[in-house]
């Protein structure tokens, strides 16, 4: 009787602990119908995201106050198409090899003064600027691959400077714009690939007769260091704005749904409303994706427990986010995504990232106003756990003008600026610090005021793609038709 009580007792412990260890493995659907969902969080990712953390823009310093800026590599501006011609303008892929090798030797770190960092920029070099700021330990620990013992770079980093000069060979430049903080790195000398680089940038624009860049000191003769370009006989097109998922296009819709849920998509809930957007449900909302009908897509998930309260930083979040987007519709344009924003998050007590993402379209990044500046994609990650994936991408489509037939003329800063000045003047004086008097306001100089001038693609109410004139005072960004000076929009 004992014997077969004991049995009974140690059947009941074994079911218990069966039932424990494959609670893990299995879950209740609505309808009862269980499925495997074996956690397979814990394989290692191993992803270089330095290809994500490539700067939004490329400045390259000739000397005598010369310069280009690339907002891609420029052999996309040039439409180059030989891997020989491109291999030697691309800038990104020339230097990231540079930073690895560089920062993985042992260097010194001094920091600089601004007067210091605004000399060093006169000469040849490349500035490589990112579109936010990068924790400093993580950048360098992003090109290195492993942890050092100490970063010695304190702070964030949004700009980093390679000479192009004989006496600064051995030396590298990280800066922060924004609290005028630099650094300046001596190790072992930077790879003669660099001059070269320079070299071949600018025998391609004087052949090509692309478009200068110079300070806005020289263009108005005012205290300030910005670049702008000269625009002489420059002509960038028009192009039509297609949405990159089409909701009428049912199959394609299905096809990108079923990467959010797998083998699991027999058991999801499919909605589409009158006006074609499409939703999908997994479980008690434990997962949803909408696809609206301007083509914006939308993941999210409930925070789970298991996943969400490991503790990732910076780096290791962004890696989850990166592989997330890439296996997940996958990035816009191949090699022209970039980190735009990021800042730490917290849900339901647990702490993550969300993340920002922006792209190129014809060698200039895209901006829709909409949808936020600079933010195509964004991906919010909590541990291991993404909990929310949006993006919006629009294509380009048929181009709109000719450049043979076109009679346009790009308006120069100047006179953009002046279409504009009492529009510009009236908000910069609505958001002073202090009272301004019309005397004041009048004797204003706009130029000085300016923080950056850039170039980017404008999608307008009527879905095209139209260049345009990004030009950022104090906390207002502006964006102007650099044909007709229109201003479309500020923030």
Same mark, same amino acid.
């Given at each position: 009787?004992?014997?077969?009580?004991?049995?009974?007792?140690?059947?009941?412990?074994?079911?218990?602990?069966?039932?424990?260890?494959?609670?893990?493995?299995?879950?209740?659907?609505?309808?009862?119908?269980?499925?495997?969902?074996?956690?397979?969080?814990?394989?290692?990712?191993?992803?270089?995201?330095?290809?994500?953390?490539?700067?939004?823009?490329?400045?390259?310093?000739?000397?005598?106050?010369?310069?280009?800026?690339?907002?891609?590599?420029?052999?996309?501006?040039?439409?180059?198409?030989?891997?020989?011609?491109?291999?030697?303008?691309?800038?990104?892929?020339?230097?990231?090899?540079?930073?690895?090798?560089?920062?993985? &030797?042992?260097?010194?770190?001094?920091?600089?003064?601004?007067?210091?960092?605004?000399?060093?920029?006169?000469?040849?070099?490349?500035?490589? !600027?990112?579109?936010?700021?990068?924790?400093?330990?993580?950048?360098?620990?992003?090109?290195?691959?492993?942890?050092?013992?100490?970063?010695?770079?304190?702070?964030?980093?949004?700009?980093?400077?390679?000479?192009?000069?004989?006496?600064?060979?051995?030396?590298?430049?990280?800066?922060?714009?924004?609290?005028?903080? /630099?650094?300046?790195?001596?190790?072992?000398?930077?790879?003669?690939?660099?001059?070269?680089?320079?070299?071949?940038?600018?025998?391609?624009?004087?052949?090509?007769?692309?478009?200068?860049?110079? &300070?806005?000191?020289?263009?108005?003769?005012?205290?300030?260091?910005?670049?702008?370009?000269?625009?002489?006989?420059?002509?960038?097109?028009? /192009?039509?704005?297609?949405?990159?998922?089409?909701?009428?296009?049912?199959?394609?819709?299905?096809?990108?749904?079923?990467?959010?849920?797998?083998?699991?998509? !027999?058991?999801?809930?499919?909605?589409?409303?009158?006006?074609?957007?499409?939703?999908?449900?997994?479980?008690?909302?434990?997962?949803?994706?909408?696809?609206?009908?301007?083509?914006?897509?939308?993941?999210?998930?409930?925070?789970?427990?298991?996943?969400?309260?490991?503790?990732?930083?910076?780096?290791?979040?962004?890696?989850?986010?990166?592989?997330?987007?890439?296996?997940?519709?996958?990035?816009?344009?191949?090699?022209?995504? /970039?980190? &735009?924003?990021?800042?730490?998050?917290?849900?339901?007590?647990?702490?993550?990232?969300?993340?920002?993402?922006?792209?190129?379209?014809?060698?200039?990044?895209?901006?829709?106003?909409?949808?936020?500046? !600079?933010?195509?994609?964004?991906?919010?990650?909590?541990?291991?756990?993404?909990?929310?994936?949006?993006?919006?991408?629009?294509?380009?489509?048929?181009?709109?003008?000719?450049?043979?037939?076109?009679?346009?003329?790009?308006?120069?800063?100047?006179?953009?600026?002046?279409?504009?000045?009492?529009?510009?003047?009236? &908000?910069?004086?609505?958001?002073?610090?202090?009272?301004?008097?019309?005397?004041?306001?009048?004797?204003?100089?706009?130029?000085?005021?300016?923080?950056?001038?850039?170039?980017?693609?404008?999608?307008?109410?009527?879905?095209?793609?139209?260049?345009?004139?990004?030009?950022?005072?104090?906390?207002?960004?502006?964006?102007? !038709?650099?044909?007709?000076?229109?201003?479309?929009?500020?923030?």
């Amino acid at each position: 009787m004992r014997k077969e009580r004991l049995k009974s007792v140690v059947l009941a412990v074994l079911f218990i602990t069966c039932v424990a260890f494959t609670q893990r493995l299995w879950f209740h659907l609505p309808l009862g119908g269980v499925v495997s969902i074996a956690n397979n969080d814990d394989e290692e990712i191993n992803i270089d995201v330095t290809d994500i953390l490539s700067p939004q823009s490329f400045s390259i310093s000739f000397g005598g106050g010369n310069h280009a800026v690339f907002y891609s590599e420029p052999h996309e501006v040039w439409n180059m198409n030989k891997a020989e011609e491109k291999k030697e303008v691309s800038i990104w892929q020339t230097i990231k090899p540079v930073l690895k090798y560089y920062l993985k &030797s042992d260097y010194e770190v001094r920091e600089v003064t601004l007067e210091e960092w605004k000399k060093i920029k006169k000469f040849k070099s490349i500035r490589m !600027d990112f579109a936010c700021q990068i924790p400093g330990e993580s950048l360098i620990e992003a090109f290195t691959g492993d942890e050092r013992d100490t970063f010695q770079i304190e702070g964030s980093i949004g700009t980093i400077l390679i000479p192009g000069i004989e006496d600064e060979k051995a030396n590298i430049y990280l800066g922060n714009d924004e609290e005028n903080i /630099y650094f300046k790195l001596t190790g072992i000398d930077v790879n003669d690939g660099v001059r070269k680089l320079i070299e071949n940038i600018e025998k391609n624009v004087d052949d090509r007769n692309y478009m200068y860049y110079v &300070s806005l000191e020289d263009i108005a003769d005012v205290e300030n260091d910005v670049l702008a370009p000269v625009f002489e006989e420059a002509f960038i097109p028009s /192009y039509n704005a297609i949405n990159q998922i089409d909701v009428l296009d049912e199959v394609t819709v299905k096809s990108n749904a079923n990467q959010f849920f797998g083998k699991n998509f !027999d058991f999801v809930k499919q909605i589409t409303e009158i006006d074609g957007t499409h939703i999908y449900m997994y479980g008690y909302g434990e997962k949803a994706l909408k696809i609206n009908k301007n083509g914006v897509l939308e993941y999210t998930e409930k925070i789970d427990k298991e996943n969400s309260g490991i503790n990732l930083g910076f780096l290791e979040s962004l890696e989850y986010a990166v592989k997330f987007v890439g296996e997940k519709i996958g990035w816009p344009i191949t090699g022209n995504a /970039y980190l &735009s924003d990021y800042e730490p998050i917290e849900k339901n007590g647990e702490k993550g990232y969300s993340f920002s993402f922006n792209y190129r379209l014809h060698g200039l990044p895209i901006y829709i106003p909409d949808f936020g500046e !600079d933010r195509g994609i964004e991906v919010e990650v909590i541990g291991t756990q993404i909990t929310m994936y949006k993006r919006r991408v629009k294509l380009s489509g048929k181009q709109l003008d000719d450049e043979e037939n076109s009679q346009k003329r790009a308006l120069d800063i100047l006179e953009v600026l002046d279409k504009n000045s009492d529009d510009i003047k009236n &908000s910069y004086r609505r958001f002073s610090e202090r009272e301004l008097t019309e005397e004041e306001i009048k004797n204003i100089k706009i130029e000085e005021l300016i923080e950056d001038i850039g170039l980017v693609y404008y999608v307008d109410r009527n879905n095209v793609l139209k260049p345009v004139w990004e030009i950022t005072i104090g906390n207002i960004v502006y964006y102007f !038709d650099i044909y007709t000076g229109l201003i479309y929009t500020a923030l």
